[in-house]
């Protein structure tokens, strides 16, 4: 059984920036894509950012400059800093991982971004 655990949200400004933290442990053999999602209130879960196990990534049009997405394969680790945030990056943030050829997704951490 694998388990993810997401850390690292919280209340931001307006500008400034935060760093969320996804780890996973438990029986993992493979680690593929990883990827960063985001579900406002009352809108669609939508993808923010994704990682290949090479390092290539991919970014929504409207964080692209400000948010970056990296992870570290020895410790199972996602991240995404958030730069200049805007109060329209307000939602929970959820990791979803393809561990041994499943996708799993942690249980979501808040960000939300005064003006």
């Known amino acids: 059984q694998v388990r993810l655990v997401e850390s690292g949200g919280g209340l931001g400004q307006a500008g400034g920036s935060l760093r969320l933290s996804c780890a996973a442990s438990?029986?993992?053999?493979?680690?593929?894509?990883m990827s960063w999602y985001r579900q406002a209130p009352g809108k669609q879960r939508e993808m923010v950012a994704t990682?290949?196990?090479?390092?290539?990534?991919t970014y929504a049009e409207s964080v692209k400059g400000r948010f970056t997405i990296s992870r570290t394969n020895a410790e199972n680790t996602l991240y995404l800093q958030l730069n200049d945030l805007k109060p329209e990056d307000t939602a929970v943030y959820y990791c979803?991982?393809?561990?041994?050829?499943?996708?799993?997704w942690g249980q979501g951490t808040q960000v939300t971004v005064s003006s």
């Open positions: 979803n991982v393809n561990i041994n050829g499943w996708n799993t």
């Open positions: 438990g029986s993992i053999f493979n680690i593929n894509v």
């Open positions: 990682i290949t196990k090479s390092g290539r990534t």
